[in-house]
């Protein structure tokens, strides 16, 4: 099990408890209803999001030698190449690089989309492509003090907006699917 597995885990052991306890102590207080789904999913969002901030900004395995960290401001050109590489025999970094980046993304676009049901699928795009930005302005400026060693890329901006709008297409087919079975 990698050590980001283990991160993820005790985050979801440590914080949902906490989290629906406090929420709970608040609603209590304020003498409001909770719905514990609502509360679940936000809890599982506040978590996923704090996951892909750790596997995506700070230092891990992924993290580019310094002298291999790069900008990429041209869109497509990795993908490109990546799609060559793929062709010269390196199907792992096509699924590393490529897949990655796409299903990283896809539970934001789910957990957005159930959280929030008044939220418009445009609006949760926006909030991937908006929060990928940022990962990836935080990766350059990171890169450019020293601090870590992580490559910018305009296509990952791409692929992880295209992830969060799968999510939401997998939620709208998943609460379909639950609306014809009632």
């Not at 400026?141 to 992580?150: A, E, K, P, Y």
Request: charged content about 15%; overall charge positive; proline content about 3%.
């Amino acid at each position: 099990m990698t050590s980001s597995a283990i991160v993820s885990i005790a985050y979801f052991l440590l914080l949902v408890p906490l989290y629906l306890h406090m929420r709970y102590r608040q609603a209590k207080k304020q003498k409001r209803f909770i719905y514990l789904r609502t509360e679940l999913v936000l809890a599982c969002l506040f978590i996923y999001t704090n996951v892909l901030l750790y596997l995506t900004v700070f230092p891990n395995r992924f993290s580019a030698p310094r002298d291999q960290v790069s900008v990429n401001l041209m869109p497509l050109q990795s993908i490109y190449q990546n799609l060559h590489a793929y062709h010269h025999g390196y199907p792992n970094l096509v699924f590393l690089n490529l897949a990655g980046n796409i299903l990283l993304f896809v539970p934001l676009g789910f957990f957005l989309y159930q959280a929030f049901r008044t939220m418009r699928w445009q609006k949760a795009i926006l909030a991937g492509f908006f929060l990928s930005t940022m990962i990836e302005v935080l990766q350059w400026m990171f890169s450019q003090s020293g601090i870590i060693t992580r490559s910018s890329d305009i296509d990952d901006i791409l692929l992880n907006t295209l992830g969060t709008a799968l999510g939401c297409i997998l939620y709208r087919m998943y609460r379909r699917r639950k609306e014809k079975i009632k």
